[in-house]
């Protein structure tokens, strides 16, 4: 096959779900698709003047991103999806409109479908650490723009959460502290015989917060972080973590909105998700269903 066809983005449906493929991975490998950062990663700025339509953020280019919406005096929440996701998938947009809907923010979620394609696994796991590299560069960026890197916070579901580390990792290399890493379910296969240089760790940030919804198999089952949480089925959950209480009680801690999103990595979620998400917040015993 041509490199140029092998090296497209391929998007499917899966229920409601937008998935990526590709038939070669991005990476340094002989087969692979060379990377090319101004198409494999990509920073979707979301506010809430734009919450639905993005504006690209272009790292290194100060100009343009005043011409976007911007605000410097809002906090900023970057978000990195996980495996074989697109950013118009559940994860992204659910945790974008729940900050969105709770306040001013500039929410950026990094569009690195290529570098996480499936079914390239392996490769994804190699291209965490080079997203996190490249992400600390952009955080720097964002640091000359006004931006204190100890005021930024990212939050990464499974292989974004892995990647939320490194960048971490790679900050701190340089003599820079990130804010707040929150890791929603890291991912545990390829990162399980790591130590603590290898995967999302305490330290990576001033704080780290885990929720580990699926410890042992998909998530890692070790507590990692400052704090962590086992929101597991059958297992207690804060009270003023439910879901119908988050959307009438917008002053729960945010960690807890979180559950929501922490729910869909068990594939069963998908399918209810279209039913529960628009009416079904208050109907959380459904959640309950689906997760156990
Ligand atoms: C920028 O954010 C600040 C702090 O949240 C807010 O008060 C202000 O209205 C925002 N400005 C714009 C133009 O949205």
């Known amino acids: 096959m041509a490199l140029a066809e092998?090296?497209?983005?391929?998007?499917?449906?899966?229920?409601?779900?937008?998935?990526?493929?590709?038939?070669a991975p991005v990476g340094d490998c002989s087969y692979c698709c060379p990377r090319n950062d101004a198409l494999d990663i990509i920073y979707k700025l979301f506010t809430r003047s734009n919450p639905?339509?993005?504006q690209v953020i272009v790292p290194g280019n100060l100009r343009k991103l005043e011409k976007t919406n911007f605000n410097q005096s809002a906090p900023t929440v970057i978000y990195l999806m996980g495996f074989s996701e697109a950013?118009?998938?559940?994860?992204t947009t659910t945790i974008r409109d729940a900050y969105l809907s709770t306040g001013e923010y500039n929410f950026i979620s990094v569009d690195w479908s290529r570098l996480i394609a499936g079914p390239w696994y392996v490769s994804a796991v190699q291209n965490t650490r080079y997203m996190g590299v490249r992400l600390a560069k952009f955080i720097q960026f964002l640091s000359r723009a006004g931006v204190p890197p100890g005021s930024v916070h990212v939050v990464g579901?499974?292989?974004?959460?892995?990647a939320a580390g490194f960048t971490g990792k790679a900050l701190r290399e340089q003599g820079v502290r990130l804010g707040r890493i929150t890791g929603l379910d890291p991912a545990y296969p390829g990162y399980k015989l790591a130590n603590s240089?290898?995967?999302?760790?305490?330290?990576?940030?001033?704080?780290?917060?885990?929720?580990?919804s699926n410890p042992g198999i998909f998530g890692f089952p070790e507590a990692l972080g400052d704090?962590?949480?086992?929101?597991?089925?059958g297992s207690y959950i804060q009270r003023g973590c439910w879901l119908d209480q988050l959307v009438k009680n917008r002053e729960v801690g945010y960690i807890c909105k979180y559950i929501s999103i922490v729910l869909i990595h068990h594939e069963?979620?998908?399918?209810?998700?279209?039913?529960?998400?628009?009416?079904?917040?208050?109907?959380?015993?459904?959640?309950?269903?689906?997760?156990?």
């Open 52 to 54: 639905t339509e993005f």
């Open 227 to 233: 704090v962590d949480f086992y929101p597991n089925p």
């Open 87 to 91: 950013t118009t998938g559940p994860s």
């Open 157 to 162: 579901f499974s292989l974004g959460a892995e």
């Open 6 to 23: 092998a090296c497209t983005l391929m998007r499917f449906f899966v229920g409601v779900t937008e998935v990526c493929f590709m038939s």
């Open 197 to 212: 240089d290898g995967h999302l760790s305490k330290g990576d940030a001033q704080f780290v917060d885990v929720l580990h």
């Open 268 to 292: 069963q979620a998908y399918a209810a998700w279209d039913a529960l998400l628009p009416a079904g917040l208050t109907t959380l015993g459904g959640w309950r269903v689906v997760v156990g």
